[in-house]
């Protein structure tokens, strides 16, 4: 298999980084993903998917809130958006002065977003590393014009000291990812190697 390849094909898609947030028992707490997608092509009916690892604390809350809400920030907000993902909610509080409102499902709107969607959790699907939430768009605001902060920008904009944090917590993340996709597989695909 040409591994090299299948991830630099991987590695060009221009994703967005988003900030996925979720609230329950009294915590909020929120990260950055780039598995978020629109899924419906209904204009009424909206509808995303977005993956979630399960070693994360903002899974936490998602399961136990049944709702997240999704944000788009701009270049100018990567010290923002990297708040969300150089740490875990675990040990900080990562809306500690971060100007926030509650949305109509309960989960932490961030009041500076140039768009935000506020969801609820119709079905999940567990992939063994993550939960595929599919979710209903249930309430957001959009205030056009703007491009939104990708994956590529936010890396480049990351100073050295949050790259080497990115870096080492990807590799740690990806190791117990793989042993947890290879358990699925062998628990839930017939003809897994
Ligand atoms: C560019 C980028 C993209 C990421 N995409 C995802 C993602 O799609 N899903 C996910 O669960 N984590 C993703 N992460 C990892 C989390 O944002 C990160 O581990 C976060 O600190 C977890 O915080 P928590 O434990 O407070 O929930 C991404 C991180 C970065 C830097």
Known sequence: MKLNEINQLIKCLGREAWVVTSAHAGQCNGLIATFVSPISIVPDLPRFAVAL???????????????????LLTADQADLALRFGTQTGREVDKFAGVAHHTGVTGSPLLSDAKGWLDCR????????????????VVAGDFSGDFSPLTQAQLLGLATPDQL???RT???????????????????????SR
């Open 169 to 191: 917590q990807l590799a740690a993340d990806a190791a117990q990812d793989a042993i947890a996709i290879r358990k699925w597989r062998a628990k839930n695909v017939k003809d």
């Open 164 to 166: 080497q944090i990115l």
């Open 53 to 71: 690892s399960k070693l994360h604390h903002t899974w936490t809350l998602v399961e136990g809130s049944g709702a997240l809400a999704v944000h």
């Open 121 to 136: 959790v119709e079905a999940s699907f567990d992939t063994g590393d993550r939960t595929i939430y599919l979710v209903e």
